[in-house]
């Protein structure tokens, strides 16, 4: 109860900060913007409009989750043209990779989650519906949402088995925000079992898949490809190994397995993707201190295409979705060891099964439980728990031809599976945005 209270406060102790930072001296458009979003106020220009029609309000609140959105927002324009989409987002990358979607309408920064800015911006907003986008981690926003009588769906619904422990989860479940919901979709039948577990309504809840399934934005030609390859330093037949979403408490751990399965593969190529992109500086220290020589993939250009780059540090945003494609195999960042905050328990692997992509894991992912223990039992070497493990893994996927085929065999198994997840829900939204008495038409 005291990190509630000192998130209910600490907003309030900044205003001076914030103010003076963002807005008195700030001459970043965005950010002033900013700091007037996250108290409720909606742009006048933006206001306006949504007046004018009711919008479906669309809660992201990170990258990956509005990585979600691309084409079921596309679906959901086609199924309801007349309503504008709003999508709210808590990160500046999510903010840009937001307006980067064609059926997006607005996009604004999610508001502070306490009862004034998230009153103030359903107010102005008037939506229709708030649709969330995997799990809530804006708790007051859903109930205000409820007591003013606006729908509230949970698409593509995902919560941590363990959520006690992560504090966005333990916050929004201690709150009751999952019962303020009208409807569940959950990805699998392992995220039903969480909802229940914590009290929700059986009857509010149905399977409707994840849509981190949707390979629409992600998938990329054979010339798309080439270009990739080239912009790595990868465009030659040597195996490539990529460290996807690393985080720095087990960046020294992925490191050293790299450099022992380089011992038994001297031709492997490292592409390391730090989790945030202001902890570079720390990987570069790092691999310094190694004795690591390495190229930010930033500075590769045609004139140094043909050097000798065995590790590219890669600092650009929004691509590792589509490196997965050029990856020999990968390992997921945020599962090697226990770490607190956000990106705990591993990162989206859905990307990878998309791409085809090998990958290893360690014994901190629990996303996805059920489709870990399908590709595990395809091939056993999928999980490492040490750096010799993480080496021994690395030899094997790039070695042993027979698992690798039952792995990829059960990858495309479930992206079948999974090919008309964002059609389940968005028959899902139509269903209970009718069901709610919303005063959506909906094109069939």
Known sequence: MRSFLRYTIKPYVYIPITFTK???????????QYFWSRWGYVPRTVARELQKAQPFFIAADSF???????????????????????????????????KRIEAVDFVIDAPWDLPGPTRRVLRACSPRALIVIEQIRFPVLVREAKEL???????????SEDWENVLSAFRAVTLKAYTYLDAIGAKGISEVDTFLRIGVDSKKISVTGDLKCDPGHIRISSDERDDLLKSVACHDSRPVFLAASIHKEEASAIIEGYRLAKRRVPLLRLLCVPRYPGEL??????LAKNGLAFVKKSLITKDTLS????????????ELAK????????????????????????????????QSCPFLFGPYLYHRSDILRRLASACPHIVVRTEEDLASGIQKLLEDQHHLTLLRGVMSEIVNENASTVEVNIDF???????SGAPVTAVT
């Open 429 to 435: 939204v139509k269903r209970y945005t009718a069901v």
């Open 22 to 32: 963002r807005v008195l001296l700030g001459k970043d458009p965005y950010w002033r």
């Open 149 to 159: 009588n606006i729908p509230t769906l949970l698409c593509s619904g995902f919560l």
């Open 64 to 98: 990956g989750e509005v990585n979600e959105l691309f084409s079921f927002c596309k679906r959901l324009k086609e199924s309801f043209p007349e309503t504008p989409i709003l999508v709210s987002t808590n990160t500046e990358n999510g903010f840009s990779l937001a």
């Open 281 to 286: 500086d720390f990987f570069e220290r790092l």
């Open 323 to 354: 490196l997965y494609a050029v990856a020999s195999l990968a390992f997921i960042g945020g599962s090697f060891m226990k770490i607190e905050g956000p990106g705990r328990g591993g990162h989206n692997i859905m990307e990878p099964v998309i």
């Open 307 to 318: 050097n000798d780059h065995s590790i590219i540090l890669v600092d650009t945003m929004g």
